[in-house]
């Protein structure tokens, strides 16, 4: 399904609301006119449920609201009412994410195009509520397409953009956006909302087409392929993943033209990068600090800029490459951890060197795990890390991942 091109963008005014980035995602969910959506709560992604249920029961919206009695169930709802042809919407925090697993796993390769919304969330033992990026980044490899965002603005705007990517017919494949638990979930901010008009121009009805389940249209959901079939269908799933890049820039394009707001690259966001000596690269909210220690550093002379990477899956590896390439030496810091992996690095310093490795130039990266459980990323902690990234750029020997703010 290719959306129907718009000579003109429709007449509609903007409005502007004081809204947290839960509320922002509800708010989306009403302006794509979700048909099915699920819900059971965990902190902190319960908002986000608790705020469609009141623009529900004020009659602003109008779908089928489902509380379920766990998040496996919740999953499940919605991933069957996708097939029969339902705009469909739930999602979960830490270990509610980890609960629903078995459903979460097999919804790519049935090529159910579900968007959800994580409030990421550290996972227990022990027990806290504040974010991390693991339960998130615990799909990553299975077909999910994964974005983070660091504001309320963005993540409305995310939402919308994400229901037209993975209900796009080449691609068919789930959405998870992340937004960080408390910073970015329960925060405040001012949120320009798109006229009706403009959205439905820019996000055509869901149609699964000769896929639809359905007694007239009897097809199989769920074979067990065995070996016989097993390997193509992997290579349909990741196929679909790889053609995500291409639509995912039509709809940046097509966002900016319709709606009137872009983003630039969709893949990344660069920050005081175009004359810096070393950069650092994070995603979600672990911005906010970084810029302001940036603009500080700035003044101090330190040339110092910042990468924030949006989508996660698809990764885009050569652009990345390309864009981190031009600087003396990167910083990665992670707001996660992956036991046992190389270096001892989190997730996303991994890709990132694994991303490098082809690239005729190769800065040194030094990877950097701090904020986890929810702990405040400070500027002090953004100005140590720029040091030691600094330390790499001159050679100066060290452990290729520190761990920040860590209580001696």
């Known amino acids: 399904m290719t959306p129907t091109a718009v000579a003109e963008a429709p007449k509609g005014t903007e409005k502007t609301a004081l809204i947290t980035g839960s509320e922002a995602i509800a708010v989306a969910c009403k302006l794509?006119?979700?048909?099915?959506?699920?819900?059971?709560?965990?902190?902190?992604?319960?908002?986000?449920?608790?705020?469609?249920?009141?623009?529900?029961?004020?009659?602003?919206?109008?779908?089928?609201?489902?509380?379920?009695?766990?998040?496996?169930?919740?999953?499940?709802?919605?991933?069957?009412?996708?097939?029969?042809?339902?705009?469909?919407?739930?999602?979960?925090s830490g270990v509610g994410w980890m609960y629903a697993f078995e459903c979460l796993t097999v919804t790519p390769a049935l090529r159910v195009p579900m968007?959800?919304?994580?409030?990421?969330?550290?996972?227990?033992?022990?027990?806290?509520?504040?974010?991390?990026?693991?339960?998130?980044?615990?799909?990553?490899?299975?077909?999910?397409?994964?974005?983070?965002?660091?504001?309320?603005?963005?993540?409305?705007?995310?939402?919308?953009?994400?229901?037209?990517?993975?209900?796009?017919?080449?691609?068919?494949l789930p959405c998870a956006i992340s937004c960080d638990g408390a910073f970015l979930t329960h925060s405040q901010a001012l949120v320009k909302i798109p006229a009706q008009e403009k959205v439905n121009a820019f996000l055509p009805r869901y149609d699964r087409g000769d896929l639809l389940l359905h007694p007239d249209?009897?097809?199989?959901?769920?074979?067990?392929?065995?070996e016989d079939w097993l390997m193509e269908i992997r290579r349909q799933t990741a196929a679909a993943m790889d053609r995500s890049m291409g639509v995912i820039r039509e709809a940046y394009k097509d966002y900016e033209r319709i709606i009137g707001r872009g983003y630039g690259n969709p893949f990344f966001e660069e920050y005081m990068t175009d004359d810096a000596d070393v950069v650092l690269v994070g995603m979600g909210t672990l911005s906010t600090p970084c810029k302001v220690a940036i603009r500080k550093m700035r003044q101090e002379g330190k040339k110092v800029g910042l990468v924030r990477v949006r989508w996660f899956r698809p990764f885009a590896a050569e652009e990345l490459a390309q864009c981190l390439s031009r600087f003396k030496a990167v910083g990665v810091i992670d707001r996660d951890f992956s036991l046992g992996s190389p270096y001892s690095s989190g997730v996303l310093?991994?890709?990132?060197?694994?991303?490098?490795?082809?690239?005729?130039?190769?800065p040194p990266l030094v990877g950097f795990i701090c904020g986890l459980g929810g702990r405040e990323v400070l500027v002090p902690d953004v100005e140590k890390i720029t040091g030691i990234v600094y330390d790499a750029a001159a050679g100066k020997p060290q452990p290729l991942t520190h761990w920040i703010g860590v209580r001696e």
């Open 32 to 92: 794509a006119d979700v048909d099915v959506i699920t819900g059971y709560p965990i902190r902190p992604y319960d908002t986000v449920i608790q705020y469609i249920a009141q623009l529900i029961s004020n009659g602003e919206m109008d779908c089928e609201y489902v509380v379920a009695e766990g998040e496996h169930s919740q999953f499940e709802i919605v991933k069957h009412a996708s097939t029969v042809g339902a705009r469909v919407f739930c999602g979960s």
């Open 115 to 172: 968007v959800v919304m994580v409030g990421n969330r550290a996972l227990d033992d022990p027990g806290a509520f504040g974010v991390e990026h693991n339960d998130a980044l615990a799909v990553r490899d299975l077909g999910w397409q994964l974005v983070w965002v660091d504001n309320a603005q963005e993540a409305l705007d995310t939402a919308l953009i994400a229901y037209r990517v993975a209900e796009d017919r080449r691609i068919f």
């Open 217 to 226: 249209n009897p097809i199989t959901v769920a074979p067990q392929a065995n």
């Open 349 to 362: 310093a991994t890709e990132v060197r694994a991303a490098l490795y082809a690239s005729a130039k190769r």
